[in-house]
Nanobody
Framework: QVQLVESGGGLVQPGGSLRLSCAAS????????IGWFRQAPGKEREGVSCISVSDSTYYTDSVKGRHTISRDNAKNTVYLQMNNLKPADTAVYYCAGFAACSAGSKDYWLGHEDPEEYDIWGQGTQVTVSS
């Protein structure tokens, strides 16, 4: 079965850290760009970070310097290390696999392109940052 499974979410105090995992099964993750997206209640989904097939990385401005995306091809898993978490980081986090983080004029990692461009999505994991 082809799927992505996120894990690692939870409740953390402001300033704390979490590491999200996006584990692939049924396909080889290293052949895909993998993006992390989040959606907070009442807000649109937004792209958080992306790692390309060649390991180029992309980050939205609000997480630059705090979050790090990486991949472990041996484990068929992509990680998002999130440090110095803020209440504004509270959301459901999803990972998705697609062809490229960015190509031509299209920034797929922002999550606003044709839904058919995103090959597979995980089910999401909740991250809550609160004291």
């Amino acid at each position: 079965q082809v799927q992505l499974v996120e894990s690692g979410g939870g409740l953390v105090q402001p300033g704390g850290s979490l590491r999200l995992s996006c584990a692939a099964s049924g396909f080889t993750l290293e052949h895909y760009a993998i993006g992390w997206f989040r959606q907070a209640p009442g807000k649109e989904r937004e792209g958080v970070s992306c790692i390309s097939v060649s390991d180029s990385t992309y980050y939205t401005d609000s997480v630059k310097g705090r979050h790090t995306i990486s991949r472990d091809n041996a484990k068929n898993t992509v990680y998002l290390q999130m440090n110095n978490l803020k209440p504004a980081d509270t959301a459901v986090y999803y990972c998705a696999g697609f062809a490229a983080c960015s190509a031509g004029s299209k920034d797929y990692w922002l999550g606003h392109e044709d839904p058919e461009e995103y090959d597979i999505w995980g089910q999401g994991t909740q991250v809550t940052v609160s004291s």
